[in-house]
């Protein structure tokens, strides 16, 4: 496997240099994407809410913003938002990690046409400095891998979540890090993750992490199940919450578990880690961007088509009635395991081509489509 | 489903009490073939639908199903070796706040 990347001033990898425009306040969104739709290898990060948020809330929101923007895919960040105060505190806190970062005020621009002008004009000044970047060689092991699935089915946890375990154990094998989240869809399956470690507080940190999931429907007095399991989900064959946590949970492999991450945390080591984050696909690939994923590779049975906008998200499909039906969202076409019994060692081997193929420039369906968008968690109210 | 897809019934560990049908929905009575951790074969007591699970023996209510090794809910009522395991008769017993 030859891997390449760009390596930045402070020593990390990116595998895109992607230039991202950062809406501190939803006012900014529209205004964010039309200057993303002007310049090529721009990407719009435009969560929903950023004024009147306090406490706890307000820090996950301007982390998380913090964190995407400083994704190591990120080549420049501008932030922009209604006055400039909310745009600044993100801009300052992706300060020199990201190379260009900048921000810019509806009310100080005197309105969105002119900000949108300087903001173009600014764009255009560093795609010409990132497209006069070079790659050069990398190793598996400086890469941060997220593990994705979405629009599941049965097959996800008979073909297409083992086979991009089988990468996993590879990355980490290779002293490369790998994040899974979607604690929710570990319940029933938390014994064979806590098997994975000997260190007793990650073992309670595992199952604490689960648990307060579990315990959000408990608390509200419903059944989880008539939530997850989704619909497309229970369409596809999966019945339980617990079924489809054991089919999930095979995208993280075999090997050790070395910790739990908070939130859009970056690891501090390599190693496989769970994240502490709600299962959807847009609100935990937005945690696992924040948290430097390079790339998410997507496991899905019936179809997903989201992506995340900072780490390319590569859909891997093994039911061979999406993979034909659903073929412009799909990656990675393993239907021949169902299909023509081909092994799933060889289909491991298929996970792990697309995954460098992307890594070495080339472009996802989620990437050529546009589909992508993230999705802030939410943890208390506006005022 | 393609028509070139033999359908078969994929059994994921051993000591499972079900299997996913992968394929072609098949008809009942036609002996299936049986892949993964197990051999022989499994006629359906009914079609089922590609991706759903079957039954591999005659389990009461109350009995637990397994599936990867592992337990994924109880019945809610018996079934039939060969018949349609789902949300009719399989229920969870995780995030279970309406209890």
């Known amino acids: 496997m030859t891997l390449s990347a760009f390596r930045r001033a402070d020593g990390r990898v990116g595998i895109r240099n992607y230039l991202a425009v950062i809406a501190a306040t939803d006012a900014a ?30 820090a996950l929101s301007v982390n998380t913003m913090i964190g995407l923007g400083t994704n190591p895919n990120v080549y420049g960040a501008l932030v922009v938002s209604l006055e400039a105060v909310a745009g600044r505190r993100i801009m300052e806190g992706i300060g020199a ?3 260009r970062c900048a921000a810019m005020g509806i009310q100080e621009e005197g309105g969105t046409p002119r900000l949108f002008e300087k903001a173009v004009a600014l764009l255009r000044e560093w795609k010409r400095e990132a ?14 891998v ?6 599941s089915d049965t097959t996800s946890g008979l073909v297409a979540n083992p086979a991009i375990g089988l990468f996993t154990d590879r990355v ?4 490369g890090t790998a994040i899974f989240s979607e604690p929710v869809e570990c319940l029933g399956g938390e014994s064979a993750l806590t098997a994975r470690t000997p260190d007793a507080a990650v073992q309670e940190r595992i199952r604490a992490t689960v648990r307060k999931y579990e315990e959000i429907a408990l608390r ?34 075999t ?11 970056r690891p501090a080591s390599h190693g496989l880690y769970l994240m502490d984050a709600p299962a959807p696909a847009t609100e935990n690939m937005t945690a696992l961007g924040a948290g430097g994923a390079h790339l998410i590779l997507f496991g899905t049975g019936v179809g997903n088509s989201i992506g995340c906008p900072v780490s390319p998200t590569i859909k891997i499909c093994g039911n061979p009635l999406t993979c034909r039906s659903f073929a412009p969202h799909i990656d990675v076409d393993l239907s021949n395991v169902i299909g023509e019994g081909l092994a799933l060692s060889a289909a491991g081997d298929a996970v792990t081509q697309a995954a460098s193929a992307v890594v070495n420039g080339a472009i996802t369906r989620c990437e050529a489509l546009g589909e992508t968008e993230i999705a802030i968690s939410r943890i208390g109210e506006s005022v | 489903m393609s028509a070139a897809i033999t359908p078969k019934v994929w059994i994921i560990a051993t000591g499972d009490n079900v299997g996913t049908l ?25 079609p089922i639908p590609h991706g759903h699970k079957v039954a591999l023996r005659a389990l009461p209510a109350g009995a637990e199903v397994i599936k990867y090794g592992v337990v994924i809910g109880r019945l809610i009522r018996p079934v039939a070796v060969g018949e349609h395991v789902h949300t009719h008769n399989l229920e969870s017993m995780r995030g279970r706040g309406d209890l």
């Open chain 1, 146 to 151: 997220g593990l994705e699935c979405g629009g």
């Open chain 1, 131 to 144: 497209d006069a970047l070079a790659r050069s060689p990398i190793e598996l092991r400086e890469l941060v």
């Open chain 1, 255 to 265: 090997r050790n578990i070395t910790g739990v991450l908070d939130y859009g945390e």
């Open chain 1, 97 to 99: 990690m990201t190379t």
């Open chain 1, 220 to 253: 509200a007095g419903v059944d989880l199940n008539k939530t997850n399991p989704a619909p497309d989900n229970i369409r596809g064959g999966l019945t339980t919450i617990e079924e489809k946590s054991l089919g999930s949970i095979c995208k993280a492999g």
């Open chain 2, 22 to 46: 992968v394929g072609d929905a098949a008809p009942a009575s036609v002996e299936l073939p049986i892949i993964g951790a197990g051999n022989g074969g499994i006629r359906l007591a009914s």
């Open chain 1, 29 to 58: 969104n529209p205004v964010a994407r039309r200057i993303a739709a002007a310049v090529p290898g721009a990407v719009a990060i435009t969560p929903l809410y950023g004024r009147g948020q306090l406490g706890a809330d307000l």
């Open chain 1, 172 to 175: 980490i094998d290779e002293g």
